[in-house]
């Protein structure tokens, strides 16, 4: 069963930087493509970047451009650097595989706010 921990969340001022990591366990991780997700309160969890086993990435319209998504498939970890952040990007972020989610971790809190 694929396990996700996900950390580096934080109370951030509006355009500043923070990284996520999502460190995965119990599966062959190397052959999936991952995903960031987000959920704000009162609105449904987004896929807003996803990374293919191949290293191609792809970005929500709202995020392209200040977000990147990458992997280290020798560490089993997906990360999320995330600069010139906003208020709206405020949301308990989470990673997933991208096809089939499976069960969800924790999520890690990012808030954006002066």
């Known amino acids: 069963q694929v396990q996700f921990v996900e950390s580096g969340g934080g109370l951030v001022q509006p355009g500043g930087s923070l990284r996520l990591s999502c460190a995965v366990s119990g599966s062959i991780f190397s052959v999936y493509a991952m995903g960031w997700y987000r959920q704000a309160p009162g609105k449904q969890r987004e896929l807003v970047a996803g990374?293919?086993?191949?290293?191609?990435?792809n970005y929500a319209d709202s995020v392209r451009g200040r977000f990147t998504i990458s992997r280290d498939n020798a560490k089993n970890t997906v990360y999320l650097q995330m600069n010139s952040l906003k208020p709206e990007d405020t949301a308990v972020y989470s990673c997933n595989k991208v096809v089939r989610p499976t069960t969800w971790g924790q999520g890690t809190q990012v808030t954006v706010s002066s």
């Open positions: 990374i293919t086993s191949g290293g191609s990435t």
